[in-house]
């Protein structure tokens, strides 16, 4: 997807991609449908509004869930949407790795952070919003 947004954008050919991805990161409209040949598709991944419920309500007093915000855009026409969740064990381990890939690690004060230290796994729900856009 970086290779669609900035420097590289020129190793694209216009027209020349049937399928994109886009994958929790700002979304360049222009730049997928500069790439997407006619009629290609654009498969947008979101956060649904309980990804990551479980970590939330470890770390947070009161957690709330995502918004649900799907990119909108005059030069992509939304095609279908579908929600893709499932519920996984997470491991002590990679608690503090997933939450630290996260916007909410960033914003999250260190002590509010260690809450996942005491835990040795919690189910988490995985929660995606997919948004298939075609080139109009």
Aim: one cysteine or more; aromatic letters at 10%; charged letters at 25%.
């Amino acid at each position: 997807l970086h290779l669609l947004s900035r420097r590289q954008r020129q190793m694209c050919i216009r027209d020349s991609i049937d399928t994109a991805l886009h994958l929790f990161a700002p979304f360049h409209d222009r730049a997928f449908a500069r790439v997407l040949a006619p009629g290609g598709r654009l498969y947008s991944v979101t956060p649904g509004a309980h990804h990551l419920w479980q970590i939330k309500e470890t770390v947070y007093d009161r957690p709330y869930p995502n918004d649900e915000i799907v990119p909108k855009s005059p030069l992509l026409e939304m095609e279908r949407q579908f929600r893709v969740a499932q519920e996984v064990q997470i491991p002590a381990p990679d608690l503090q790795t997933l939450f630290a890939i996260t916007p909410y690690c960033y914003r999250t004060a260190p002590t509010l952070r260690q809450r996942l230290d005491a835990i040795e796994q919690l189910p988490v729900t995985l929660d995606f919003l997919v948004t298939v856009y075609k080139k109009r």
